[in-house]
């Protein structure tokens, strides 16, 4: 069967007409994306929730790609004393904020429901900035954004980096520092430091005692806490001679 050329050319229009419609939809799909995209943006004064948690005009935001101190965890310094580095690095999060703008880009959301968002104050990466001055580490269980950021805050030995820490979601998982066990069982009233030595005898010291303050307690290694003599005896170890 023959066609002539204007039913040729006709549908030539047709097909023509298909391919502008099919890229004029591929546009729009593209443009409405991009404006949901702008839509997940977060933008004004930030308040600190925590050492890795802001709040903007109500929404909570996870910083993406870094976990700070909880608010409770304690550090040690290289001499021995004890600090809230939880309190601190969110103290130092409000300074460096302040009443500036912060933009966050969502990246995800948590199983808690917050956004998990890529942040700026002054056009700079607030995420990075948190790890690069020693408050925060990289999250690698999520991302890797910022393990050099953490090197480099590591070599320098500053903020949490200064002394002894035990990563944020190990803490989470109850480990803890020797000096935070030795807190949590004084505010419980249980003073008495079980330890072992080098020849493997369980030896207890009372507060007091000559060697009591060199003590260390390492629940690791089986050494533990008393609540009283009687309580240390029962179990099995003895009173130190000094």
């Known amino acids: 069967m023959s066609v002539d050329a204007s039913e040729i050319d006709r549908r030539r229009r047709n097909v023509v007409g298909l391919t502008l419609r099919k890229w004029l939809f591929v546009v729009l799909q593209l443009v409405a994306s991009t ?3 702008a839509s997940e943006a977060v933008v004004g004064i930030a308040t600190v929730v925590d050492g890795d948690t802001i709040e903007i005009h109500g929404t909570r935001i996870r910083l993406h790609g870094v976990d700070a101190p909880e608010s409770a965890q304690l550090c040690r310094r290289p001499d021995g004393v004890s600090w809230r580095c939880g309190q601190q690095a969110a103290l130092a999060l409000q300074e460096h904020l ?4 912060v933009t ?3 990246r995800d959301t948590d199983r808690y429901g917050r956004v998990v968002g890529q942040c700026t104050v002054g ?3 607030l995420n990075a ?3 690069a001055n020693g408050w925060a580490v990289a999250y690698r269980r999520y991302a890797t954004d910022y393990v050099d950021e953490e090197q ?3 070599r320098a030995g500053i903020g949490i980096w200064s002394g002894a820490f035990v ?5 989470r998982r109850g480990e803890r520092l020797e000096t935070e066990a030795a807190a949590a069982a004084s505010a419980d009233g249980c003073r008495i430091k079980g330890n072992i030595n080098r020849r493997g005898e369980r030896i207890y010291h009372v507060p007091g005692g000559r060697y009591y303050d060199r003590t260390r307690v390492d629940e690791s290694q089986g050494e533990r806490w008393f609540c009283s003599e009687a309580e240390a005896r029962a179990a099995g170890w003895r009173r130190s001679l000094q």
């Open 35 to 37: 404006a949901s995209l």
């Open 98 to 101: 302040g009443r500036r703008t």
């Open 104 to 106: 966050c880009v969502r």
């Open 123 to 125: 056009g700079a990466d």
């Open 129 to 131: 900035w948190l790890v």
């Open 152 to 154: 480099e805050a590591r």
């Open 167 to 171: 990563m944020p979601w190990d803490w």
